[in-house]
């Protein structure tokens, strides 16, 4: 199976700054690298798909890219309802689609 | 509007049976792949099962494959986990998502979520 590994697990950034997360495939995924946004009590929502398309309905402060093994998400002027945990999730492979551990967004 | 609800969770004890249920509406279900991924309290997210639009393809994880079954019936625009021998490890707020343009497992993202329906395996 392929492994999706996030980094940092969890950062504190302050409104107005600029937060990059990433996410490193244990293989080549080519472009098949999504990013949801998950809020406490809340069902994930899709943020990024295909590494860098922008869902619908999306803040363009969101951005996404890269390929093959390595991708970030870029939270560009971070504000207030950004605050969440922040998902990658593979679909390269139909065998088994894995997310990232998560990387949890606070308040400094 | 997309709206998928879930039903069927509760408290059952290890070993046993529970079929987990998704109710679809606001969209051509028959159109899409459709998924269950789970959230043990506190954890992160874990895809469990998808099935393709026209159920042609389905995967599990390898810890409920042979345990879990997934279906879905286009006359009810319903997904379905029928989840067997159930263990503590099991414990989780099932979510149903719904699969994007594709209509496959592959190359695709979630792009709308159920609220959940929590399992808890106990004795």
């Known amino acids: 199976d392929i492994q999706m590994t996030q980094s940092p697990s969890s950062l504190s950034a302050s409104v107005g700054d600029r937060v990059t997360i990433t996410c490193r495939a244990s293989q080549s995924i080519s472009k098949y690298l999504n990013w949801y946004q998950q809020k406490p009590g809340k069902a994930p929502k899709v943020l990024i798909y295909?590494?860098?398309s922008l869902q619908s309905g999306v803040p363009s402060r969101f951005s996404g890219s890269g390929s093959g093994t390595d991708f970030t998400l870029t939270i560009s002027g971070l504000q207030p309802e950004d605050f969440a945990t922040y998902y990658c999730q593979q679909s390269y492979s139909s065998l088994v689609l894995t997310f990232g551990g998560g990387t949890k967004v606070e308040i400094k | 509007e997309v709206q998928l609800v879930e039903s069927g969770g509760g408290l059952v004890q290890p070993g046993r049976s529970l079929r987990l249920s998704c109710a679809a509406s606001g969209f051509a279900f028959d159109d899409y792949a459709m998924h269950w991924v789970r959230q043990a309290p506190g954890k992160g997210l874990e895809w469990v099962s998808g099935?393709?639009?026209?159920?042609?393809?389905?995967r599990y994880v390898d810890s409920v494959q042979g345990r879990f079954t997934i279906s879905r019936d286009k006359a009810k625009n319903s997904l379905y986990l029928q989840m067997n021998s159930l263990r503590p490890e099991d414990t989780a707020l099932y979510y149903c998502?719904?699969?994007?343009?594709?209509?496959?497992?592959?190359?695709?993202?979630?792009?709308?979520w159920g609220q959940g329906t929590l399992v808890t395996v106990s004795s």
């Open positions: 998502a719904k699969g994007g343009p594709t209509g496959d497992l592959q190359e695709d993202w979630f792009d709308a």
């Open positions: 099935i393709s639009w026209n159920g042609g393809t389905i």
């Open positions: 295909a590494a860098s």
